[in-house]
């Protein structure tokens, strides 16, 4: 039996996503080829168009590092930086033995390659204190990220709107929306709080009321007790749900019409709202439902104690060994002690 790979690690300093790009190339190539699988290259190409033409209306922040990323690479890397087409569970609430917050994250997306190119990143951003993000070579965003001793931010894909019966149309009108929209993206407006924010409180308020492009749903816990919740997101209002909290793909808290993403998503709510806390092994709470041949990624998040553990997932089950984050740094340390 073949050894599952482990998921690279790489301190980016003050580095950009480039340098990401650059040290994995081959990944994000993988992870475009598997996607052209999934869309045909044709269309892809029209959807990269599209993305890149927005960007550009909107003078996005990362318009001419995607140009850079993007030059002598496959289309789709201007797409994959702007679609949010994924499942997704999380649950934030309180370890029982600790008393301080804890997120557990799975990550759905249909399409192979996801799991086995995941790379976990250390940036150190406009601020002093650096964070880590579960992400990939080519993207700019962030979707599951910690900063240590602040805050841990995840998103979910918010349902689709469904003002008519047709799946397709209505897929078409909330698209459509988003190309008239001049606001930030939800994973771009994680990765700027990331960047410029030291304080819980005011990633919360930047999560709540900060105009964005498309409905989403975001999931927070910092430090203390009282800073857990759940937020989900229209594009210039929210409903918070503060506390021990669970996140899947259909609204909890708006009443109108909308279709759920991803398999059984409220199958998978009721699931992950049963697990304790902390779980009782790593990941053994990564069960059916939840876990599902859609499933890429699980993650938990505890800010408080600087743990981020993480596996990769395929279809047929782990596709990569599990990253501990605190027992990577701490082996970085006792290497560079022995150094000197």
Avoid at 31 to 49: E, N
Avoid at 162 to 178: C, E, K, M, T, Y
Avoid at 212 to 224: D, E, Q, R, T
Avoid at 226 to 251: K, P, T
Wanted: charged share 25%; hydrophobic share 40%.
């Amino acid at each position: 039996m073949t050894a599952l790979p482990d998921i690279p690690f790489e301190d980016l300093g003050n580095s950009g996503w480039e340098e990401l790009l650059h040290r994995h190339r081959d990944r994000a190539q993988e992870l475009i080829r598997q996607g052209r699988k999934l869309v045909h290259p044709m269309p892809l190409q029209a959807l990269d168009g599209l993305s890149r033409r927005w960007a550009q209306k909107c003078d996005h922040h990362h318009y001419a590092t995607i140009t850079r990323m993007a030059k002598n690479m496959p289309s789709g890397l201007w797409f994959m930086n702007f679609c949010y087409e994924w499942g997704c569970t999380t649950r934030v609430g309180l370890d029982a033995n600790s008393g301080k917050p804890i997120m557990l994250r799975s990550l759905d997306w249909p399409f192979d390659g996801i799991g086995r190119t995941v790379v976990m990143a250390k940036k150190n951003g406009q601020t002093a204190t650096p964070y880590f993000a579960a992400t990939w070579p080519g993207y700019t965003g962030v979707i599951t990220g910690m900063k240590p001793k602040r805050f841990a931010i995840a998103i979910n894909q918010a349902p689709l709107s469904a003002p008519i019966q047709f799946l397709v149309a209505n897929w078409s009108i909330a698209r459509g929306r988003v190309w008239r929209s001049r606001s930030i993206t939800p994973g771009h407006l994680v990765e700027n709080i990331f960047e410029e924010t030291e304080d819980f409180d005011e990633a919360k308020r930047r999560l709540c009321e900060t105009p964005i492009a498309l409905p989403v749903i975001f999931s927070l816990v910092g430090v203390k007790p009282g800073e857990c919740c759940v937020i989900e997101r229209m594009e210039h209002s929210f409903r918070l749900r503060n506390g021990d909290a669970v996140a899947a793909n259909h609204w909890e808290a708006y009443s109108q019409r909308a279709t759920a993403r991803g398999a059984d998503s409220p199958g998978r709510a009721t699931c992950l709202a049963s697990t304790p806390l902390p779980p009782e092994k790593t990941f053994s709470w990564a069960i059916p439902p939840v876990l599902n041949g859609d499933t890429r990624l699980a993650a938990e998040i505890s800010p408080a104690e600087s743990t981020f553990h993480l596996r990769g997932f395929e279809k047929d089950g782990p596709a990569t060994k599990d990253f501990d984050l605190a027992e990577h740094m701490s082996d970085t340390r006792s290497r560079a002690a022995q150094k000197i």
